[in-house]
């Protein structure tokens, strides 16, 4: 055993992909797993790993310190004597609640497991290896918030841009932004923030947007939308910088290895690009063959295929705007291009077609 990582939040999107890249390069990983109510453990993106011999699943629950103290432990009682060998080992810790409208209306579970269980990690971390452990961090844009300009072009955002945390996700996630460069400051640890701005893959969550759309995307080439019922959206004009989250785990890897001396810190990980929800609608029926018009305005907007001129396929819904939105995030990632030599080569219409593909294949295999 040469290197070890634990991945909290190896079901979801970048945990799952992130396995995959550590286990191909060797990497012994320890995965955090959580029970669920609808079914026993949500292993649907990690299926295909669940044999490697590499990989060990452990129980735990971010809402509770002493399931979070006994998965530390549990690692540590494996890999101690190994230590000495790799000096320390990597944490990734990915697992959250990540859904920023549900932060709306789950806020304490938010903040316990998105802030404070983050501080239970690191203390666990420290009580057992010592400071020979390195810490990623799942930060995210959304600290920005809402930048306060009166520029009608607002800018990139740096690593020096002022955070403006504008939901109760934003705000835990900023908590846990803060320890981390605590515990780097005060205990000399190898704690870095990533802090990413949006990215997707064919395995993004069913209930974000682009996923939503995709998916919906796949059922309407298919002729299977169930009902015929238009995809219900929130806000269309909102502005976001998708990323590629396969290559997006490339860039937490590097933050943790490559990363010495000056160049440890927090790093914005991002594309550059901005587009609105409505352009990625559009770009996504594109992909089928299907141009959309919008007639109507606000809550009463709706888009139909221009193409037969009569399907509604999307309606927008007031239940799906969140109290507060944050209208555009779009960041600037030369800081890890200089220092680490990361940089994003997926263009977003490739990351679509790639979305509907797959969710076209999904579909027809009855999944
Ligand atoms: P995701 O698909 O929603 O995955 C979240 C993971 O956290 C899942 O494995 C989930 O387990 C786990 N989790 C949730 N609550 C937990 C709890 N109480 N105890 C233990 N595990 C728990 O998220 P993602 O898109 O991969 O994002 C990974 C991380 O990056 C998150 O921290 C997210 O906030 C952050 N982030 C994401 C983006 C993005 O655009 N994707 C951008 C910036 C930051 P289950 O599978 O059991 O639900
Ligand atoms: O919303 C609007 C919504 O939920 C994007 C998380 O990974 O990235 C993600 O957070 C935009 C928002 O992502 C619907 O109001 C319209 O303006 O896909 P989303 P998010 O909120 O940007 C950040 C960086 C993270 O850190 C988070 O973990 O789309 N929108 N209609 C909708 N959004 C959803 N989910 N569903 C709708 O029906």
Known sequence: MKQVAIITGITGQDGSYLAEDLLNDDVHVFGGIRRSASSPYNLGRISHLLEHPNLKLI??????????????????????????????IQVYHLAAQSHVGDSFRIPTVTHQVNALGVIVLLESLRTHFKNNFRFYQASTSELFGNIKTKSKNPKTMTECTPFNPESPYAIAKMAAYLTVQNYRKAYDIHAVNGILFNHESPRRGMDFVTRKITNY??????????????????????????????????????????????????????????????????????????????????????????????????????????????????????????????????????????MVDNDIELLKKGL
């Open 217 to 354: 995307v796949a059922q309407y080439a298919l002729n299977r939308v169930p009902g015929n019922r238009p995809l219900q959206l929130g806000n269309l004009k909102s502005k976001r910088d998708w990323g590629d989250a396969r290559e997006y785990v490339k860039a937490m890897r590097k933050m943790l290895i490559e990363a010495q001396g000056d160049t440890v810190g927090d790093y914005i990980v991002a594309t550059g690009e901005a587009y609105s929800v409505r352009t990625f609608i559009q770009l996504a029926f594109q992909k089928i063959g299907v141009m959309i018009e919008w007639f109507g305005s606000g809550v009463n907007e709706k888009g139909r295929n221009a193409t037969n001129g009569k399907d509604i396929l999307v309606q927008v819904n007031k239940e799906l705007f969140r109290p507060v939105d944050i209208l555009y995030l779009v960041g600037n990632a030369e800081k890890i291009k200089k220092n680490l030599n990361w940089q994003p080569t997926v263009p977003l219409n490739h990351l679509i077609s790639d």
């Open 59 to 88: 129980y735990f629950d971010m809402m509770d310190a002493c399931s979070i103290e006994k998965f530390v432990k549990s690692v540590y009682d494996s890999v101690h004597d190994v230590l000495q060998l790799s000096n320390y």
